[in-house]
């Protein structure tokens, strides 16, 4: 497993932990465990990121369609005089 390099160091350490103590089926569940906090804590640190973008996305949004409200407003004025 670990000339593949595919899996990680802490996944190759648990299983040969499994393997010398021949609890490998437990061993797997904790490094499950162990891989779905790391996604957990990632998404959440996306999600983080990415409210703060959005809305900042949708003031320029909002600010862009006050703006040409305001600028058709002024237009029909200037047409006025």
């Known amino acids: 497993m670990s000339a593949t390099g595919i899996f990680e160091p802490l996944a ?3 299983i040969r932990v499994g393997e010398e103590t021949g609890r490998i089926g437990p061993m797997m569940i ?3 465990n162990i891989l779905n906090r ?3 804590t990632g998404i959440k640190r996306a999600l ?3 409210e703060p ?3 900042l996305v949708l003031g320029v949004m909002i600010a862009a369609i006050i703006v040409s ?3 058709g407003i002024l237009s029909i004025n200037d047409l006025a005089r």
Do not use: G, K
């Open 69 to 71: 409200i305001l600028v």
């Open 48 to 50: 983080t990121f990415l």
């Open 38 to 40: 790391e996604v957990e």
């Open 53 to 55: 973008v959005l809305i």
């Open 30 to 32: 904790e490094l499950a």
């Open 12 to 14: 190759i350490n648990l």
